[in-house]
């Protein structure tokens, strides 16, 4: 068996995210369009006596490393799919915000999928690992597949859609935001309206395909159905998205359920640019820079 295999996964941001009511399950129907932006976690997988879970990187200390983590989960999934026991250790290098709706979770489950899928060679069918990512969590298929998607029901079942060559910012903010608690802000605060049924954007797709900065700037505004219910439970965020504006950004907005915030720049300059002025500002905690579209979970080694 071969020593360790390590697994590279992007984080995302939700170009547009309709969001439902809810339904019977708590969860809500979406019209998410995904993008993978080219800001990733590793997830390395070493033969093991059990299964143990260890990270690194700057938000490590925030990190479960117990089975709520869903780079263990994944590594049990697999494991008991094949009859065999999860003996591994999973090594997180982890770049993507913590809790911050940019499916940083989603890719450390991803990623310890694939990773323990070729560490034990077992050379799972594509849609068996999309299953087994989707019974993860909702935006765990989309980790493993990147590029550009458009994910319906809770976000799980994913057709690619074209996009063209984007420059982005991010601006991290101090602590997360928990998933669950922004969506049961929407509930609150859509209680009592008519919440249409999620559909994707003809605009913003063609935006998104063309590869043309001012059409999708054009269209993101509003594109967010969960920034409302992010900026009430963290008003402070109206203040990051003032101050990218200010520095520049063609447009901006909440990145899922948020805390982090994303804004679309024109080019790799301007994106420099804008993240010194975001950080300068003091209304964010770091930034980084990223494009997309970038590749879903890729064995690096
Ligand atoms: O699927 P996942 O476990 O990532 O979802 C986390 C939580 O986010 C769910 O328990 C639910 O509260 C909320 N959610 C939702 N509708 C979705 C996806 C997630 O309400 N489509």
Known sequence: ???????????????????????????????????????F????????????????????????LDRSNLAARAAELLAA????????????AKNIPVAGGMAGGSADGAGALLACDLLWKLDTPREELLEICAELGSDVPFSLVGGAALGTGRGEFLTPVDAGRFHWVFAVADGGLSTPAVFREFDRLTAGTDVPAPEASPALLAALASGDADALAAVLPGSNG??????????QLAATLAAGADAGALAGLVSGS?????????????AAKVAAALEASGTCRATRVTSSPAPGATAVS
Do not use: W, Y
Not at 2 to 31: E, I, M, W
Not at 226 to 235: C, G, K, V, W, Y
Not at 258 to 270: N, Q
């Open 1 to 39: 068996m071969s020593a360790s295999v390590t697994v590279r996964v992007p984080a995302k941001v939700n170009v547009q995210l309709a969001v439902g009511a809810a339904r019977p399950d708590g969860f809500h129907d979406l019209a998410n369009v995904f993008l993978a932006v080219s800001l």
């Open 41 to 64: 976690d590793e997830v390395t997988a070493t033969p093991a006596d059990a299964l143990t879970v260890t990270c690194e990187g700057p938000d490590s200390d925030q990190v479960p």
């Open 81 to 92: 799919r094949a009859g065999i026991e999860p003996a591994v250790h999973l090594h997180i």
């Open 226 to 235: 969960l920034q409302a219910a992010a900026l009430s439970l963290r008003p």
């Open 258 to 270: 948020g805390p982090t915030t994303a804004f679309l720049v024109r080019d790799a300059e301007s």
